[in-house]
């Protein structure tokens, strides 16, 4: 996304508070990419940058005139963009082989081809969705909008010129028309094509076109009607920043809505008002810096969850939103503003040339990387590398994300009532309420013992407690979805009882009893999901390094927390209890592959799609009869 990036006009035109806008929007960005459940809807940054680069490359191609030549604008935008992209794509090619096995690194190499040639929209497109689970594995996914800033910037100085002078009053029609055609086209496609719309540029042409329109007829509000303006415009990105979610990810409120609003609050952004907060030195500041900001902050992000559990806690998120500001701020000192304006036409030459040649060496490297990966790695390592980009695919399938297990970016209307608490009138209906560890006692449970039918209601890193026993840093999401599923579904008559699974923490254990005593009190039966073995090396990468070992070690290899937790969980809800950790450990030997080989863990503990059928013996003889028994509607001893 290049928004951030667009022209400033030239110093008699520059508008502080255009600065504050850009501040406002990657801000929402970094904020929804660090926290989602924070900031749900701060996707829509992107949109906001969009507006501002339609407004300003029109009016910066306006006021030039006759004198505008094509030639120039292309090499300054070149020198404004391409230095810093280069710089981030090699950044991110040194650190991911530091967290990432040879075959994702062997994606990225093509992913970092694509963002440095300006067309990773495209790639994206024909892969996942942006809001796709395996999205937070892809370290340049970000790039996507870089492809489509910078393919409006190579046709749109066309469009400005030529329909200028067509005739008067050519180019407000031109763009008004090429606008009305694209939202159009974006309102009857985003169903059907959903990806098209969101990643490519003719469908993003009417938030441009929006910005442009701004510009061309220098639509400007002053006094109360600009304070009244900008107030709104701000307000409503707020509220979208906040209410949307990535099912929102459409036209209508998700695209257009923010575009209104960013458009609103540029005519605005010279009332008195309006100019002093978003023309502030904090935000002015922050907008400068906000492309460099962008650049970095998804790599870092991605790489950070991959080299720890995925899920981040509240100072990490605050963390990396400051690691993100401090490195772009860097970034901009060292790259975007050094390279940007060259004082002299050799130190011009000199810019275009080097950054050329860095673009030329990542789209090489990065082919290379994708094509060979060997050749990074040693051809052994190449072949023993897990293929854990697929092992999660699998993963999200088994576990049904995003319709039964969700994540916190997404709204709660997301969780699929008619398939993930579909009842049966001749098997006992169970109920299991937890986080992704308790997704995968779901997958364990359903095909271990299908006699018995159990439903789901599972959120990513959201436990299964009531909202006032939660953590005060819980995420806004979670409050909302255990308000639901612990006052709503849990009170279902139909049920049996309800599986209680998580992965279990010291501080959960308070909690935890007090859940279960409410729901007993209510006459509902409690089972609590135990403990399981929480290794501490990611099984794909130890399989990675030595094909060969076929086990991890118990007490060596596990989580040093693993064991009293455990033994607390066992003694204090003795017969009601699921000791996982006694099928997946026996004998001080933890198997992490199959039968066949296949691995059965994505990371430290989290299941992949082959644990099911390998445990499904043991689970059923172990766990079958907590829920088959003749008794099983009766509360536990």
């Known amino acids: 996304m290049t928004g951030p990036a667009a022209a400033s006009v030239g110093r008699a035109e520059h508008d502080p508070a255009i600065d504050g806008l850009r501040a406002l929007a990657v801000a929402l960005v970094l904020a929804f990419h660090v926290d989602a459940g924070l900031v749900p809807g701060g996707f829509i940054g992107v949109d906001v940058f969009f507006v501002i680069s339609g407004f300003l490359i029109t009016g910066l191609i306006q006021r030039q005139g006759d004198g505008f030549r094509f030639a120039a604008f292309y090499a300054r935008r070149f020198r404004r963009l391409f230095p810093a992209v280069a710089a ?234 400051a690691a993100s500001t401090a490195a772009g701020a860097v970034l901009h000192w060292a790259v975007e503003a050094r390279f940007r304006r060259p004082p002299t036409a050799r130190a011009r030459a000199w810019v275009h040339a080097g950054t050329a040649a860095g673009l030329a060496v990542a789209v090489a490297a990065g082919s290379t990387l994708w094509l060979r990966p060997d050749l990074a790695t040693g051809a052994a390592a190449a072949r023993a590398a897990i293929d854990t980009g697929d092992l999660r695919r699998r993963r999200t399938e088994m576990i049904r994300a995003d319709v039964c297990n969700l994540r916190q970016v997404r709204d709660l209307t997301a969780w699929d009532r008619d398939t993930c608490f579909a009842m049966s009138d001749d098997r006992p209906n169970w109920l299991i309420l937890g986080d992704s560890y308790a997704a995968d006692a779901y997958a364990l449970l359903a095909y271990g013992v299908p006699e018995v039918n159990f439903v789901q209601a599972t959120m990513r890193g959201c436990p299964p407690f009531p909202p006032d026993l939660l953590a005060t840093n819980a995420r806004r999401a979670c409050v909302r979805f255990a308000r639901f599923r612990l006052e709503e579904l849990a009170a279902d008559e139909r049920l049996a009882g309800v599986v209680l699974a998580a992965n279990w923490k010291p501080g959960y254990l308070q909690p935890l009893a007090e859940t279960a005593a409410r729901l007993e009190a209510r006459g509902v039966d409690v089972v609590v999901f135990g403990q399981r073995a929480v290794f501490r090396q990611e099984a794909p990468m130890v399989l990675t390094e030595d094909p060969e070992r076929a086990h991890l070690d118990a007490p060596a290899d596990l989580d040093p927390g693993v064991a009293p937790l455990r033994d607390a969980l066992r003694d204090r809800y003795e017969g009601r209890v699921l000791d996982m950790f006694a099928l997946q450990c026996r004998d001080g030997v933890c198997p992490i592959v199959d039968a066949a080989g296949a691995p059965l863990y994505i990371d430290t503990g989290h299941f992949s799609h082959a644990a099911p059928a390998a445990f499904a013996d043991a689970v059923r003889a172990a766990f079958g009869p907590i829920f088959t028994a003749d008794d099983a509607d009766d509360p536990p001893p």
């Open 88 to 321: 981030t794509v090699a950044a991110t090619l040194i650190a991911a082989p530091l967290v990432m096995n040879p075959i994702e690194v062997s994606r990225l190499g093509l992913e970092s081809a694509a963002a440095a040639l300006s067309v990773s929209n495209l790639l994206f497109w024909l892969q996942s969705g942006y809001f796709d689970a395996q999205a937070e594995f892809k370290p340049l996914l970000h790039t996507w909008s870089l492809g489509v800033e910078e393919q409006f910037y190579l046709v749109w100085p066309l469009v400005v010129v030529f329909a200028g002078r067509w005739r008067r009053g050519g180019l407000a029609w031109a763009l008004g028309g090429l606008g009305a055609a694209s939202l159009a086209a974006a309102f009857l496609l985003q169903r059907e094509a959903a990806g098209a719309v969101f990643f490519l540029t003719p469908f993003r042409v009417f938030q441009f076109a929006l910005g442009g329109l701004i510009a061309v007829h220098g639509l400007r509000f002053d006094g109360v009607v600009g304070a009244l303006g900008g107030g709104l415009g701000a307000t409503a990105l707020l509220a979208l920043g906040v209410t949307l979610d990535g099912a929102d990810a459409g036209v209508g409120l998700a695209m257009l809505a923010p575009a209104a609003a960013a458009g609103l609050l540029i005519a605005s952004s010279r009332a008195a008002g309006v100019a002093a907060l978003f023309g502030s030195p904090v935000l002015t500041w922050i907008g400068r810096r906000s492309y460099s900001i962008y650049l970095v902050h998804w790599p870092i992000v991605v790489l950070w969850r991959m080299a720890g559990s995925g899920e981040l806690s509240a100072a990490e998120s605050a963390g990396l939103a």
